[in-house]
């Protein structure tokens, strides 16, 4: 699998928007990314892709490691 992404802050230093190609033998896919950036309660991270999946987890610190929740749902 091969992924192209290019990203972009967006003005104010908050939201970090993406845009990723995939390329793998199991066909191409397109997504968009983001991350967003919360300077007192964590980090999150959204996607939107191509296969109709959309991903909403959340990241927090604890000293050096990030935990990760999520709940990933898929289109219908």
């Known amino acids: 699998m091969t992924e192209t992404e290019?990203?972009?802050w967006m003005?104010?230093?908050f939201y970090l928007v993406c845009h990723?190609?995939?390329?793998?033998s199991m066909?191409?896919?397109?997504?968009?990314?983001s991350w967003i950036f919360h300077r007192r309660q964590s980090l999150?991270?959204?996607e939107f892709n191509s296969f109709g999946e959309f991903d909403d987890s959340?990241?927090?610190l604890d000293g050096d490691t990030w935990?990760?929740?999520n709940d990933e749902k898929w289109a219908a």
């Open 6 to 8: 290019q990203c972009q």
């Open 11 to 13: 003005e104010g230093g």
């Open 20 to 24: 990723s190609d995939y390329k793998s």
């Open 27 to 33: 066909g191409n896919a397109s997504a968009s990314p």
């Open 44 to 46: 999150y991270y959204r």
């Open 58 to 60: 959340r990241g927090t």
């Open 67 to 69: 935990n990760w929740t």
